[in-house]
């Protein structure tokens, strides 16, 4: 069994009027099973809605499955006697940093967590630069995070996570209020994570130029797994990822259309410097005498 495996997971939002009759039913889960492996990089696709969200909240035991099982680390998230267990295991990083920082000083952020749970002050300290370095802030650790550009905010809240030492971090859209730099930077910091430290990564995403790196992804649609495969797998099949309303990226699609006439470039085409590195490539072999 993996670090993270549901089976047949399902999930309904019930609303209910003031007499506590069920008002509306929102199945936003329907039957997920998946199986992740420890250290492996999983991003998960999906357009507003699909349900991304409500699955990473059975991550960390935010919420528990109406129907079907989730397990964390072996272990069954509706079990009350193993949440505290579930949620030091599963670190979880949300879209909005500013929700996510407390302190008024990064190092001081950083070291909430692991003060929270009872780590002794030396390994707090070990712990926050340790965090700090591997996201790239520890220049900034005497900072206020008001004067952090959002991609730094999101990376030292990151940190925080990272010091309570999860053998798995969820995050859940964590560059969707970023610019471009901003995004890039959290991106880099957590394929770091993986690489580097073994963390197991679960990225959610919509967007497509994020997932590349992924050893593997899921797409979700109405609250079903809709494609599972590689970045490879999933990037071949452009019309139907189109139909599942993701925006492919304009090249990707127009490297697409060439494949299949029959220009041998690779499917993992996000950027325009990476067709064109691809095209002038292919054109120096057919040349070459
Ligand atoms: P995503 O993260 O992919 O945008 P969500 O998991 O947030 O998707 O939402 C999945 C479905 O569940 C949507 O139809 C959404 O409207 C519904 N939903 C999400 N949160 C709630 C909630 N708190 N109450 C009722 N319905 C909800
Ligand atoms: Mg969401």
Known sequence: ??????????????????????????????????????????????????????????????????????????????????????????????????????????????????????VPTDEIWRRVDECLKAVGMTAYRQSSPDRLSGGQKQRVAIAGVMAMEPRCIVLDEPTAMLDPNGRREVIRTVRELNKKKGITVILITHYMEEVIHADRIYVMDEGEIAMEGTPEEIFSRVDELKALRLDVPQVTELAYGLRNKGVPLSPCILDIEGLVRELIEIRRQRTAP
């Open 1 to 118: 069994m993996g670090i993270i495996k549901a089976k047949n997971l399902i999930y309904n939002y019930i609303r209910r009027d003031e007499e506590e009759k069920v008002e509306e039913i929102s199945e936003a889960v329907k039957d997920v099973s998946l199986d992740i492996e420890e250290g492996e990089f999983v991003a998960v696709l999906g357009h507003n809605g699909s349900g991304k969200s409500t699955l990473a909240k059975h991550m960390n035991a935010l919420l528990l499955p109406s129907e079907g099982t989730i397990w964390i680390g072996g272990m069954d998230t509706k079990n009350d006697e193993s949440l505290l267990e579930v949620r030091r295991l599963a670190g979880m990083v949300f879209q909005n940093p500013d929700n996510q920082i407390i302190a008024s000083v990064v190092e001081e952020d950083v070291g909430f967590g692991p003060e929270n749970m009872g």
